[in-house]
C-alpha cells in the first residue's frame, strides 16, 4: 500500500489517503476517524468516489468510529475490472479492511454503493458485523419488481442506454459528465433536474451535500466514465450472491428508503425489505434520494452502534 498523506491505518491517522493493491490492480482509500476506532466501510452511490460524505463522516467520527472509503474499479485512480460483478465489490472490500488492520467492519452503502455493501456482508460474514442500505437498488431481474417504474426520466434514459450494450452506455454517459462535474449548485440541480423531487433540491440547496457530490463526480469521472458503465452493467446481470447469507450468519441489515425517491424509487426498498431476510425496514414518507440520507444519518448509525 502506497500514500502520499501516508498510509491509512497508520496511528493517529485522520483524513489519510491511499492506495492499497488487489492482485494487479489498485483501489484508492481515503480513511478518517480515530485510529483505533471501528469501522464504517462506506460503499459510494453512482457514479462516485472515494471522496467522504460530510454529514457521514461527521456522524461515524461523533461515535467513535474510522470512517473508510474507496473508489470501486474504474473511478478516480482504481484500476477498471471489466465485466465486474456486484459480488466482485466483496474482494476489494477485503482488501481495504486488511490494509487498514480491520479484523471486522459495519459496511453501508448509498444508492448504486448499496448492492456492493451488501455483496461484502453475504461473501464476508467473518468480517462484517451490520448492514446499512441507503436508498439502495434492488436486483433488476427480480419477478416481483418493476426496476425502471417510477425513476426519473434521465434514469430511464440511462437503462434503457445500458440494455443496449457498452458501447451505446458510453456514448450516452460521457453525454452527462461535462454538466455533472461543473462548479455550481444550480447547475446540479439543473443536470439532476428529472431525479430530484423537491425535498431533494431543498438539501441541495441548504448544506453541504452539492459541493460533497461535485468533489465526488469530479474524482470518479476524471479519468473517464469506465466504473459508471460498470455499475450499470452489472446491476442489470445477476449480482453473484445469495441474499439470504447475513442472516444465516447473523448479520442484522437496516433498509433505508424514501418514498419520493425519483432515482431508485420507494419500491426498490420495499422489496429489499420484504426479500432480505431478518432485514430491519425503514420506509420513510416523504424522503428523496438525498435527504433520507442526510436526515437519518444520526439515527441510522445509532441503530448498528450496538454491533460495532
Request: hydrophobic letters at 45%; aromatic letters at 6%; a negative charge.
Amino acid at each position: 500500500m502506497a500514500g502520499s498523506a501516508g498510509s491509512p491505518g497508520s496511528p493517529g491517522s485522520f483524513g489519510s489517503l491511499g492506495t492499497v493493491a488487489v492482485g494487479d490492480r489498485v483501489v484508492d482509500v481515503e480513511v478518517s476517524g480515530p485510529s483505533a476506532g471501528p469501522v464504517l466501510l462506506y460503499h459510494h452511490g453512482t457514479p462516485g468516489a472515494v471522496t467522504q460524505p460530510p454529514y457521514l463522516r461527521s456522524a461515524a467520527h461523533e461515535r467513535g468510529m474510522r470512517l473508510v472509503t474507496f473508489s470501486r474499479a474504474g473511478y478516480g485512480s482504481s484500476t477498471r475490472d471489466p465485466g465486474r460483478r456486484v459480488a466482485d465489490a466483496a474482494r476489494d472490500a477485503e482488501a481495504v479492511l486488511d490494509a487498514v488492520g480491520a479484523s471486522r467492519c459495519v459496511v453501508a452503502g448509498w444508492s448504486g454503493g448499496g448492492p456492493h455493501a451488501l455483496a461484502t456482508a453475504a461473501l464476508l460474514p467473518h468480517r462484517v458485523s451490520a448492514v446499512v442500505l441507503m436508498a439502495s437498488v434492488a436486483p433488476s431481474g427480480a419477478d416481483d419488481l418493476d426496476f425502471l417504474d417510477g425513476m426519473g426520466a434521465d434514469n430511464l434514459e440511462e437503462f434503457a442506454a445500458a440494455a443496449e450494450g457498452e458501447a451505446a452506455l458510453r456514448r450516452f454517459l460521457e453525454a452527462q459528465v461535462p454538466q455533472l462535474v461543473s462548479s455550481t449548485v444550480e447547475d446540479v440541480v439543473e443536470a439532476m433536474g428529472s431525479l430530484l423531487p423537491p425535498v431533494d433540491q431543498e438539501i441541495f440547496r441548504r448544506s453541504d451535500v452539492a459541493p460533497f457530490l461535485l468533489a465526488s463526480f469530479q474524482e470518479g469521472l476524471r479519468h473517464g466514465v469506465d466504473g459508471w458503465i460498470d455499475d450499470d452493467l452489472a446491476f442489470l446481470r445477476p449480482w453473484g450472491f445469495d441474499l439470504g447469507a447475513p442472516d444465516r450468519d447473523g448479520i442484522p441489515v437496516s433498509v433505508w428508503q424514501g418514498s419520493d425517491d425519483l432515482m431508485v424509487p420507494g419500491a426498490h426498498g420495499r422489496w429489499l425489505a420484504d426479500h432480505v431476510p431478518g432485514s430491519v425496514p425503514h420506509l420513510e414518507a416523504g424522503e428523496g434520494h438525498v435527504s433520507i440520507v442526510v436526515g437519518a444519518v444520526d439515527r441510522m448509525l445509532d441503530e448498528v452502534a450496538p454491533h460495532r
